[in-house]
């Protein structure tokens, strides 16, 4: 009984490491520019975006070259910008010092291929 209740423990102790390890990335739904998509129709975002307190993450599911991003805090009228290879299969950009308020982030692919999505912090 002393062993099962020490295996307990170590495993709630393993599980809150994991969890400050692992934050949870929360997502920005991107919306592709009018009258993107392929010849049915079908639109196919090559990529996601996630927001994790101050810092924008993107995976790439398909390569679209370099990406220019930009962001823009609405409510303060802070923005970044910045370069992502694609080929990477992942990027990241830092938005230290935004503050709270509501975000735009634009994504231009190397084909001319534009993304947004709106997020608060």
């Known amino acids: 009984m002393l062993f099962l209740s020490l295996l307990m423990g170590l495993v709630m102790v393993g599980n809150a490491f994991a969890e400050d390890e692992n934050p949870i990335k929360k997502p920005i739904v991107l919306t592709p520019e009018k009258g993107y998509g392929d010849e049915r129709g079908v639109v196919v975002i090559p990529l996601e975006a996630y927001y994790q307190?101050?810092?924008?993450?993107?995976?790439?599911?398909?390569?679209v070259g370099n990406?220019?991003?930009s962001v823009r805090n609405m409510t303060t009228g802070n923005s970044w910008s910045?370069?992502?290879?694609?080929?990477d299969g992942m990027g990241e950009i830092n938005i230290a010092g935004g503050g709270t308020g509501?975000?735009?982030?634009?994504?231009?692919?190397?084909?001319?291929d534009r993304f947004t999505g709106n997020f608060n912090l």
Do not use: W
């Open 67 to 69: 990406v220019q991003v």
């Open 82 to 87: 910045g370069t992502v290879d694609s080929a």
């Open 53 to 63: 307190g101050e810092t924008i993450f993107l995976d790439f599911t398909h390569n």
């Open 102 to 112: 509501s975000y735009t982030l634009t994504l231009v692919t190397a084909y001319g």
